[in-house]
């Protein structure tokens, strides 16, 4: 069997992404794959998310100027991790749009990706009827192996929480 050559994981700041993280650096060291780290900011799901004040509201540019500091911090550290774990070639991408079509598709085919990896659903029942899952929609539309991250570093299950909205 051959060994991957480029795995691309999608993260966020959820408990789920980051288990996909650490289970993808250890992937990349183990076949000396190149890693991409890759954060969608899923802008069609903003008008209306935001709680302020007055209740309910479309997000204002501070807020996502806000939030893309944030998540460029957390790609920073993502990809100093990897760094650190023994990954010779580590690229993070900070992207907008649709996160499941840059997942499964978009990002796989720009950058070569033969393993795709992804936390497990993170949200609810409910939320994910409604919303969808990224890592649904991975499975069925990449074109290459897809991983869907619900156990620890030692293939141990792991138990998380259930949220009714996707963290940022």
Not at 1 to 24: C, E, F, H, N, W
Not at 40 to 49: D, L, Q, R, W, Y
Not at 58 to 73: C, F, H, Y
Request: net charge positive; charged share 20%; with cysteine.
């Amino acid at each position: 069997m051959t060994k991957y050559q480029r795995i691309l994981v999608g993260i966020d700041t959820s408990p789920q992404a980051q288990l996909a993280l650490k289970k993808a650096i250890a992937i990349a060291v183990e076949s000396g794959a190149a890693l991409d780290i890759v954060t969608v900011i899923n802008t069609e799901k903003f008008v209306g998310i935001t709680q302020g004040p007055m209740g309910f509201g479309a997000a204002t540019p501070q807020m996502l100027d806000e939030m893309t500091n944030r998540l460029k911090v957390s790609l920073a550290e993502a990809r100093h991790l990897a760094v650190d774990a023994g990954v010779k070639d580590v690229a993070v991408h900070l992207r907008t749009g649709n996160s499941k079509t840059i997942l499964a598709t978009t990002l796989p085919q720009e950058l070569g990706s033969d393993l795709i990896i992804v936390g497990a659903t993170g949200l609810n029942n409910v939320s994910r009827i409604l919303i969808g899952s990224n890592a649904s929609y991975v499975i069925r539309n990449a074109t290459c192996d897809t991983l869907v991250v619900r156990t620890n570093l030692d293939h141990e299950p792991v138990t998380m929480p259930k949220r009714m909205t996707r963290n940022v």
